[in-house]
């Protein structure tokens, strides 16, 4: 339960779980800074290398934290709570926030705060207004998951949707590398499909229920990729523009399709998006239609706020601070960490 009148605190949050280092510090439920050091590295390898994205974090972590302090004008005393994001995400990544919070906790004698990186994606929704009314659904979009939560309370999340097999980011990324995109590949889609328009047909997710699977978009934006260059070598070069249109509209078709469905079978009407994902263009404008014509409010975090960033992790850590939800020093980091909570 969280007791509104508990003062709300100064904390220091880390986000470590993939190849972002960051850093936010929030007082009084109020961001004041959120650093973001990014890893270029990854981009020559096509995704993620996690021996390369941990190195990479014991690099940046410690100017990251000194710049967000600076930008709060504040220094490490004034700080009544340090949080870091447990899980999930690789496990390198993961340990090195959260054993730089553990330290920064035990030198002080401040308490830790644990948090839940899915749980964070969510909880960036009460950083700016608009804020969501609860219960509300949240359709959650990144590199590695794709879920669908019924929000009770922001301590309280129902999971009743997720992906089988690939995420959306990841049906972005994979079918990006397959027509020679940058990695990541979502923004690069995003944009060439600006140009382009949805010609191709690609098959929607035949899973049941309010589940998602993108692996048979994957291989069928393989197969017809082949199918075509063997016709006309240069088809790629050709038709770049309206290939990314289709794979980003046949991706969006179906995590609006899910999210409405899933609004119906809930009785829900506010309905938020959050992670990477969902900075998406035709995402966010084919959930705008849906939502008006269905009578919905649709609630869109700031772009900042959506990609992996500290300042989610410091919202969740203020509604834990105000339970009094705090960690022991012995908490390790937890690759495969699953909600805490769901709907009583």
Known sequence: MIDETRQSGTIL????????????????????????????????FGGVVPELASRAHLSHIVPVVDEALKKAGLKIGQIDAFAFTRGPGLLGSLIVGAQFAKGLALATGKPLIEVNHMEAHILAHFIDEPKPDFPFLNLTVSGGHTELVVMRGPLEQELIGQTLDDAAGEAFDKCGKMMGLPYPAGPAIDKLAKEGSPVYPFPDSKVPGLDFSFSGLKTAVLYFISDRIKENPD????????LAASIQYTIAKTLVKKTLLAAGKEELNDIAISGGVSVNSQLREMMRSACQKSGRMLFLASPEYCTDNAAMIAMAAHFKFLQGDFAELNATASPRLKRESAAS
């Open 13 to 44: 949050a880390i986000e470590s779980s993939c190849d972002d280092t960051s850093c936010a510090v929030m007082s009084g439920g109020k961001i004041l800074s959120n650093i973001v050091a990014n890893q270029d590295v990854h981009k020559n």
């Open 235 to 242: 088809f790629l070069e050709e038709n770049k523009s309206d």
